[in-house]
């Protein structure tokens, strides 16, 4: 491969798994520069997400993590086959929450409260930086009542943040503040931003990443007790904006939100009756929402509280679907109607999904597209920069 151009073994190597190019960096100094670079490493997740390639599904337990391989467990074969998933956060419970999941890295809690941003495909991590609950006192409030979180890429300055929202009810039934920080993972700090205009209604109900912005379910104010509003938090400008919901004639149901392909879902839970999953094809675009498929209570086994669409097959004619906790099964789009759950799966779960990438939870090693620590002497810098320079004209 040693006469090919440099673009040309970009395009064969982003097709393998990230787990296959971490060892493909032994080659030699060039292959290992190449990997390690940030056009490269871009390269290679758009190529996973494009071809819907090099997608995993994470199983939690309350105290294990499992994983397994999208296409080999759940495309090509009947049978699962599942992974003990060892993370950064190992206490003496090892359950963890999933806070988000982006681009292949996840941001993971344990139950001490820890938090880490973690890339399993190259089993590096960083812990965030602990940000304790403040107690407010403005005109009486109490303590925080309420929190939540949210992760998600600002790709406006390639960043990636995770947002927390904590809310402190007050003196009356219609006061409260909704204190909102950031952190950066570029940066490495928290700060603070505009208070969301908003009630949480829901602890522990994380948001959901779609199209730049993080979404959550809420209300108007304490009092209404009522979660009927979307709302969305820009990561690039870091506003607020609520977002257009599909229209209904019958109102009374629960919404959930979800993401599949990028694209933002809704979901009408009509409890114990039915649940209706809609995507949102142009975002922003209200006339764009599109009623994907519905799942009745008779199709499921037990009562149907909740559903979550995970990804869809690689046809495109199914999609995998979690529903409360219990199972997992695939939804037949054409046929209009849930296929046989799959066996193998725990008991109780909570299930997310993650590609395989490279991407760094140290970005800044990326700065000026090199690829080594910023404590990196020059020296070190100059020599790898004389191996690209050379364009692979070593004998591989």
């Known amino acids: 491969m040693s006469g090919l151009p ?108 820890d938090i880490a941003v973690w890339n399993p495909s190259t089993r590096k991590h960083r812990v965030v930086p602990f940000l304790p609950i403040e107690l407010k006192r403005y005109f009486g409030t109490k303590s925080c009542s309420v929190y939540v979180f949210g992760f998600g890429y600002d790709s406006v300055r390639d960043d990636y943040k995770l947002v927390r929202i904590a809310q402190f009810g007050g003196g009356g039934k219609r006061s409260f503040e909704s204190e909102v920080k950031v952190y950066s993972l570029r940066k490495q700090s928290w700060r603070r931003i505009g208070d969301m205009p908003y009630c949480v209604h829901y602890p522990g109900a994380n948001g959901v990443f779609a199209n730049g912005a993080l979404h959550w379910v809420v209300g108007e104010n304490p009092e209404s007790n009522v979660a009927n509003i979307v709302v969305a938090l820009d990561l690039g400008v870091e506003d607020y904006r609520e977002v ?73 004619d199914e999609v995998l679907i979690e529903h409360d906790n219990l199972d997992l099964c695939w939804y037949d789009l054409k046929r209009k109607q849930v296929k046989n759950r799959i066996p193998g799966i725990p008991y109780s779960f909570e299930a997310d999904t993650f590609v395989e990438s490279l991407i760094s939870v140290n970005p800044n090693r990326h700065l000026d597209g090199r690829t080594q620590d910023e404590d990196e002497d020059s020296k070190d810098r100059n020599k790898r920069d004389d191996f690209l320079s050379e364009g692979f004209k070593l004998v591989l």
């Open 6 to 113: 440099l673009e040309m073994i970009a395009e064969i190597l982003c097709r393998l798994p990230a787990k296959e190019l971490l060892c493909c960096r032994s080659v030699s100094k060039p292959w290992c520069a190449l990997i390690d670079g940030p056009n490269f490493v871009k390269l290679h997740l758009k190529h996973s997400m494009d071809t819907s390639s090099n997608l995993y599904i994470i199983l939690r337990t309350t105290s294990h993590v499992h994983y397994m391989d999208f296409e080999q467990n759940l495309v090509l074969n009947d049978c699962v086959t599942l992974k003990e998933l060892n993370h950064p956060l190992m206490c003496y419970n090892h359950g963890i929450k999933v806070l988000g999941s982006v681009n292949g890295l996840l941001c993971i809690s344990n139950v001490v409260d």
């Open 244 to 316: 257009l919901q599909p229209e209904y004639k019958d109102k009374n149901f629960y919404i959930d939100l979800g993401v599949l392909r990028g694209c933002l879902c809704f979901l009408a839970n009509f409890l114990g009756e039915r649940v209706d999953v809609w995507m949102m094809k142009e975002y922003g675009v209200k006339e764009s929402w599109t009623k994907l498929f519905s799942v009745a209570q008779y199709e499921v086994i037990g009562f149907l509280r909740s559903l979550k669409p995970l990804a869809y097959s690689k046809s495109g």
